[in-house]
Nanobody
Framework: QVQLVESGGGLVQAGGSLRLSCAAS????????MAWYRQAPGKQREFVAR???????NYADSVKGRFTISRDNAKNTMYLQMSSLKPEDTAVYYC?????????????WGQGTQVTVSS
């Protein structure tokens, strides 16, 4: 079964840092585009950062210079290093990935991980 599993959320004070991870599992998986989204209470899910397979990264303006997205293809894992966190970064963070296995394309979401930034 192909799935994404997230980890790394938690409670942190403003100005602190957290690192989120998103691991893809499954046999013969090839991961193409990977991205992070977030959804704050009462708001729509919004884009945070994207990292294609071999392409350049891009970020939402609200996180540029504070968040860094990366991936380890050998481990089928994506990361989001979050620094200088603000209370407005509080949200459930979701990873998204476009993956293929022989004969099949997947557009998957992780289960979400809560990030809470206290002021």
């Amino acid at each position: 079964q192909v799935q994404l599993v997230e980890s790394g959320g938690g409670l942190v004070q403003a100005g602190g840092s957290l690192r989120l991870s998103c691991a893809a599992s499954g046999k013969a998986v090839t991961i193409n585009n990977m991205a992070w989204y977030r959804q704050a209470p009462g708001k729509q899910r919004e884009f945070v950062a994207r990292i294609p397979n071999g392409g350049s990264t891009n970020y939402a303006d609200s996180v540029k210079g504070r968040f860094t997205i990366s991936r380890d293809n050998a481990k089928n894992t994506m990361y989001l290093q979050m620094s200088s966190l603000k209370p407005e970064d509080t949200a459930v963070y979701y990873c998204n990935a476009i993956l293929t296995t022989p004969g099949r394309l997947y557009n998957l979401w992780g289960q979400g991980t809560q990030v809470t930034v206290s002021s």
